[in-house]
């Protein structure tokens, strides 16, 4: 396989996400400008060895378990999830709603642990979600603190709207970015799917660069200012401990 052919088949599999994951052929290879032919055989050879599958009559692919395979290899790997989660956990009891770490991962964040509140309604995620940066609290805090190179490429790419209230417009966003930088946290409502609101805090690596974002999220009809408050004293609690644990796996 040549690096150019290796290139290819990442490029393909990038795009099996959460809002797109089953592809046809054809129309892999539309929304890729890579040759029909070339993208038939990569897919052909990665089904050979698991990493997709096609499924029903659509014959449509989609990702394989070699990946879950990978993922829980992964976890295994870091025992990140055995020292984290009962923070985690201890944060969506105190609070009422769900509890989240994300990680930052290209242009894009990925939820890496999730402890669901307890509660009937509530914000429910799976980890392992990959979800964009510019809608909602999870992603915009990370957002805030990028190097500018790797913003102006997330604006370049385009900003999708998501709900009426998501920010489509780069200088808007640049300013919503900037207050979120002055305030130190981030709070949304609306902006990444109807109904729920975010509130998270950035997570900094050992240089200071900006590694994820923690906090919680759930229905905003409980939202309240003084809630929020709350809500905020108590991630702000937890914060000092989860970002030590992840400086010691990242």
Known sequence: MTLKTLDNALTLLRHFTAEN??????????????????????????????????????????????????????????????????????????????AFLAVLDGKEAVYLEIAESDQNIKYSVAAG????????????????????????????????????????EPAALRADLAAIREQGWSYSANEFADGVFGLALPVFDETDGILASFGVSGPDFRMTDDKRREMLAAVRQELAEVQSLMRRFY
């Open 21 to 98: 994951p089953t592809w046809g052929v054809r129309e892999l290879a539309k929304e890729t400008g890579i040759n029909h032919s070339v993208v038939q055989r990569i897919l052909a050879t990665c089904a050979q060895h698991g990493f997709v599958t096609q499924r029903g009559k659509s014959r449509k692919y989609a990702l394989g378990m070699a990946f879950l395979e990978f993922a829980q290899s992964l976890r295994e790997g870091l025992h990140l999830s055995d020292l984290i989660l009962p923070i985690m956990r201890r944060l969506a009891a105190n609070t009422g709603e769900t």
């Open 129 to 168: 979600t990959r979800f964009a940066l510019h809608a909602g609290s999870s992603g915009k805090v990370i957002a805030a603190y990028l190097p500018e190179t790797q913003l102006d490429a997330i604006l370049e790419h385009g900003l999708k709207r998501y709900t009426s209230s998501t920010i489509t």
